[in-house]
């Protein structure tokens, strides 16, 4: 049995998180209503994958960062979510503290 791929799984962790359909999605990402949903189903199943461009348009549509949708680790996607939300400045503290306790300031 073959694994879902990743992006596959995070776009539809992503969409249900969002509480919107596959077609809605897909119109918001620009994809054209009448393929929007058959597209954004077969990206969620791993058949497709789309290109960057769109993962792009995906990820603004989803309000997330593109990074997360390629994440291979849970914890890096989750942390790139919250990171995400950030203003400015608190993202500079957290770099800050990050670098300092991985020994890397």
Known sequence: ???LPVLAK??????????????ALGVAAG???FSASPRINQYEKGKHTPDFL?????????GV????????DDKV???LLFFDKLPKK??????AYLKQIAGDS
């Open 1 to 3: 049995m073959s694994k």
């Open 10 to 23: 995070r776009l539809k962790e992503a969409r249900l998180r969002a509480g919107i359909s596959q077609m």
């Open 31 to 33: 994809i054209d209503e």
């Open 54 to 62: 769109t993962a792009n348009n995906l990820a603004a549509a989803l």
């Open 65 to 72: 960062p593109t990074p997360y949708l390629y994440s291979q």
């Open 77 to 79: 996607a989750e942390l």
């Open 90 to 95: 608190k993202k500079d503290v957290v770099l």
